[in-house]
């Protein structure tokens, strides 16, 4: 029979990863939508950043008892930790590269586009690591 | 010929009549982490290897072998 600390810490990284794939796709709904108007101002960037690390806090397990924590960041999500990270970084590049053959054909600013890039760098992230946990939980 | 690292994980758990949420509380790690080696993911580190050898009365070597070499 699992442990009281076994079952909440299984239970965490089910909500986890669920949240990660909810908030990347929310960020990549909500940077979209702004793309049309004229782009995120400092304040957007300041709540979003917030809320990312906010969730990044809550998802390391910052604020449970070393037990709990030490369950949830075991090898297993360390190693989907690290693909989407990876995934975020080349993602991040090859979006770069995008926007950089982009100037050729439109007009648009700096601003503009390390907004496009880090959008698609963090989302892309997010859910890769959101996928990445539900699939190995898994049978 | 790309290597990989089989293990008789999944066996030798049954044969001690183990579920993985048992096997992955002994060794003190997540269920979805010993679903993952099981399903051959992801190869465990060493430390982690040993201690799921032990905790199953194995020697490391019965337990995880290079693909090839059986």
């Known amino acids: 029979m699992q442990s009281v600390v076994a079952e909440r810490a299984e239970r965490l990284s089910k909500h986890r990863a669920i949240a990660a794939i909810i908030m990347g796709a929310i960020l990549a709904a909500t940077q979209t939508q702004r793309m049309d108007a004229s782009g995120a101002g400092p304040l957007t960037w300041i709540i979003t950043g917030v809320v990312v690390a906010i969730f990044l806090l809550w998802a390391s397990g910052l604020f449970r008892n070393t037990a709990l924590r030490g369950i949830l960041n075991d090898e297993g999500s360390d190693v989907s930790r690290r693909r989407s990270l990876m995934i975020g970084f080349w993602n991040m590049l090859a979006t770069a590269v995008v926007c950089y053959i982009l100037t050729y054909v439109k007009d648009y600013g700096p601003r503009d586009a390390i907004q496009i890039i880090m959008s698609v760098g963090i989302c892309s992230a997010l859910i890769s690591f959101g996928v990445a946990e539900r699939v190995s939980a898994r049978q | ?70």
């Open chain 2, 1 to 70: 010929m790309t290597e990989r690292l089989l293990n008789a994980l999944r066996a030798e758990r049954e044969r001690l009549s183990l579920t993985q949420a048992d096997l992955a509380e002994r060794v003190g790690v997540s269920r979805k982490t010993i679903n993952t080696i099981e399903n051959l993911v992801f190869s465990p580190s060493a430390l982690l290897a040993l201690k799921i050898a032990r905790n199953l009365d194995k020697r490391v070597e019965d337990l995880f072998w290079i693909s090839g070499e059986d």
